[in-house]
């Protein structure tokens, strides 16, 4: 029997502190929703240098002492282990420097010296924005897992590959960097994972289709999809 894998893309609250001020009854049923996979284990965009550091947020969350921050795993990954009985979540991030290029380079490349590449990006771009429906955190959710918003986005990161030249690999090089983050964090998803388990992974949105990827060819897990969940 292969363990199994729900992924759900997640977005940076710290960005949106408002509706996370606002919404905290929003945020208790996507949490009840969430609770219905019955996870054994909880999965986050942490690194494991912070897993004490976890343990202890966590410890406090169950005493009742822990305030929780605009944070993904404060706000659902606490309160889903809590009401599951779980002993607590597992970082699988993997730090990576990012910054050569940086994404903000390969797009100041692109809008420089591929003008008609830069357009077709920002198309797309404009396309995501147009289904991006809803301030909820439930709308915010949904269309950040809606297979066809994915599939937009990763468009996107195939044009990037085009930035450059021969010379100048600017939008692979900046991919390297990418894959190789979300292939540490598949890998750490496998290391965790044993024979019946369902493991829930929160991840920032970006990561959902390589992650995807990785995760169906290993044929190692069964992916359930989180769209009855949502």
């Known amino acids: 029997m292969k363990p199994e894998i729900m992924l759900v893309g997640t977005f940076n609250m710290a960005m949106h ?3 996370i001020n606002n919404q905290q009854d929003a945020i208790q ?3 009840q929703s969430l609770n219905k996979y019955h996870p054994t284990k909880i999965a986050v965009e942490k690194s494991f240098l912070i897993q004490k550091e976890l343990d ?4 406090e969350y169950l005493n009742g002492r822990l305030v929780p921050t605009y944070d993904e795993v404060e706000q659902l990954a606490f309160p889903i282990a809590k009401e599951l009985g779980l002993s607590g979540v597992y970082p699988i991030d993997e730090i990576v420097d990012m910054s050569s290029p940086s994404l903000n380079q390969v797009f100041e490349w692109a809008k420089e010296y591929q003008p008609g590449l830069f357009r077709e990006i920002l198309t797309i771009q404009s396309r995501l924005k147009k289904m991006e429906k809803g301030n909820r955190v439930q709308d915010i959710l949904r269309y950040v897992n809606d297979p066809l918003y994915i599939q937009e986005l990763k468009k996107i990161y195939m044009k990037l590959t085009r930035v450059g030249n021969q010379q100048h690999q600017v939008g692979v090089n900046w991919l390297k960097q990418w894959y190789h983050r979300d292939l540490a964090i598949a890998a750490n998803i496998s290391r965790i ?3 019946e388990d369902r493991i829930l992974v929160l991840i920032g949105g970006d990561h ?6 990785f995760i169906l060819d290993s044929d ?3 992916i359930q999809s989180v769209q009855p969940y949502l």
């Open 56 to 59: 202890r947020k966590y410890k």
């Open 17 to 19: 502190p408002n509706v």
């Open 208 to 213: 959902l289709h390589l992650l995807e990827q």
């Open 29 to 31: 049923t996507v949490v």
């Open 193 to 195: 994972a044993e024979q």
């Open 220 to 222: 190692d897990f069964h």
